[in-house]
């Protein structure tokens, strides 16, 4: 029997010094395994009782039970002290490497067909031209009417857009806002209107049924097609390059007479030919033309006395001249590979 104690005594000792000496959550799961667990110090204990004399078991199993509260005791006590232990380390959170480089927060900026506009503000306003704006959502008066585009005019096709209503429609062209603006005021006036507009075309890589457009107006007295032409030519070079060649092609909208089509020298291709081309080595960027005198009219402007110009560019095809871009619909994707390199 002393024997017995003797060893129930010194594994007491053993497991109180080594719960104590435990630092960590693992350590302490260890030595609850080590002692209590299915084939334990103490369940060995338990199994030499089984040759003592039947007079000194009762003493034994005693001494193992009490044996067992102790070492409970102090593993539920060591749990306690390592969780807490751990807890302020858990929230200061990773030391900080100050060898590693810094990480920069990621910025905005303005999307490539904003800073297009932006860029056609900028050269225009150079010239004199102010910023107009008008709805997207537009009245078919302004869209079509006021334009010269009556109902039963052949061009209304190709400026035909989406409809809300009989009268009220998405614009097909930011022209709306020219004629909006002639009916406030008097000549001079000249002014740029950029923005969003929408047409039923089929998508492919020059065509989307939602683009944007900048369209000027300039209107005073003597005002002529040599006018226009050097004008579109000033642009062309400052916007695209100095060296860019230009050239105009007779033309008809409805709302000029005479119109032209200004085309640049393709940059995607150097004018050899390509997707973006359509293969000719010219891009058409604008249609153009003096105001046609029935335009006046539907504003009240003496057609006799005041002469004018207007002209419209496609902002995605100028960014695409501009930065050799060979697919329209690369602006629509959301593809932040291509929006970052701009």
């Avoid at 056609?120 to 004199?128: A, I, K, Q």
């Avoid at 096709?157 to 002639?182: C, I, K, N, W």
Wanted: overall charge neutral; charged content about 25%.
């Amino acid at each position: 029997m002393g024997n017995f104690l003797e060893k129930v005594q010194q594994a007491g000792r053993e497991a109180a010094a080594s719960i104590q000496a435990a630092a960590a959550p693992t350590d302490v799961e260890a030595l609850r395994v080590k002692y209590l667990g299915r084939k334990g110090v103490l369940r060995d204990l338990l199994s030499e009782m089984g040759a003592l004399p039947a007079s000194e078991k009762p003493s034994a199993g005693q001494a193992v039970n009490q044996l067992k509260n102790e070492i409970t005791q102090l593993i539920e006590a060591a749990q306690k002290r390592v969780e807490a232990a751990a807890k302020p380390a858990a929230k200061a959170g990773p030391r900080l490497d100050v060898s590693l480089p810094g990480r920069m927060p990621r910025r905005g900026y303005r999307n490539l067909i904003k800073q297009t506009m932006d860029r056609f503000v900028d050269v225009f306003g150079r010239m004199g031209f102010e910023v107009a704006s008008g709805p997207e959502v537009e009245l078919v008066r302004y869209n079509f009417e006021a334009l010269n585009i009556p109902m039963e005019h052949a061009a209304r096709d190709a400026f035909d857009t989406f409809y809300f209503t009989g009268d009220v429609v998405l614009r097909s062209h930011t022209s709306p806002a020219q004629a909006r603006e002639m009916e406030k005021r008097q000549p001079p006036v000249r002014i740029i209107v950029p923005g969003a507009v929408y047409r039923p075309d089929t998508v492919d890589a020059r065509h989307h049924f939602m683009f944007h457009q900048v369209e000027g107006l300039y209107v005073d007295e003597g005002v002529t097609m040599a006018d226009l032409k050097y004008c579109m030519l000033l642009f062309a070079r400052e916007f695209i390059r100095p060296d860019v060649k230009v050239r105009f092609r007779p033309d008809f909208f409805p709302f000029t007479e005479p119109s032209v089509e200004l085309d640049i020298s393709c940059a995607v291709c150097a004018g050899k030919g390509c997707s973006v081309c359509g293969q000719k080595g010219w891009v058409e960027v604008a249609g153009a033309g003096m105001v046609d005198p029935n335009v006046f009219k539907a504003v009240g402007y003496d057609y006799e006395k005041y002469t004018g110009f207007a002209f419209g560019f496609g902002v995605e095809r100028m960014a695409m001249m501009k930065y050799g871009i060979d697919d329209i619909r690369l602006f629509a994707e959301n593809d932040m590979r291509f929006l970052e390199q701009f």
